[in-house]
């Protein structure tokens, strides 16, 4: 499974983006997908989930309410549209899918995509 994200850009506060990961290779072995940032010189965080079936959404509390995941599986792609941006919410953000190996799940990775917000 390869990952690649896009949409990501410079935005001023209080706007909004739509990221996009786009899924290719065992793309019909891809279980739950997922978003993670990691903002400079801070720690990977996890930002939201996504189930197999796309009905079951999770996210963290600092982006609850503000940002939605969401996929397409007939693209083999996932978004995660963001509103309401705010300066802490500039980071690298990644995609993950979680592919159905036989023997576990395997969790690959995207390159991530830049998302910087001006106060």
């Known amino acids: 499974v390869q990952l690649v994200e896009s949409g990501g850009g410079l935005v001023e506060a209080g706007g909004s983006l739509r990221l996009s990961c786009a899924a290719s290779g065992s793309t019909d072995r891809i279980l739950a997908m997922g978003w993670y940032r990691q903002a400079p010189g801070k720690q990977r965080e996890w930002v939201a989930t996504?189930?197999?079936?796309?009905?079951?959404?999770k996210y963290s509390d600092s982006v609850k309410g503000r940002f939605t995941v969401s996929r397409d599986k007939a693209k083999n792609t996932m978004y995660l549209q963001v509103h309401s941006l705010k300066p802490e919410d500039k980071a690298v953000y990644y995609c993950t899918a979680d592919e159905n190996t036989g023997w576990g799940p395997n969790q690959h990775w995207g390159q991530g995509t830049q998302v910087t917000v001006s106060s």
């Open positions: 996504i189930s197999t079936g796309g009905t079951v959404t």
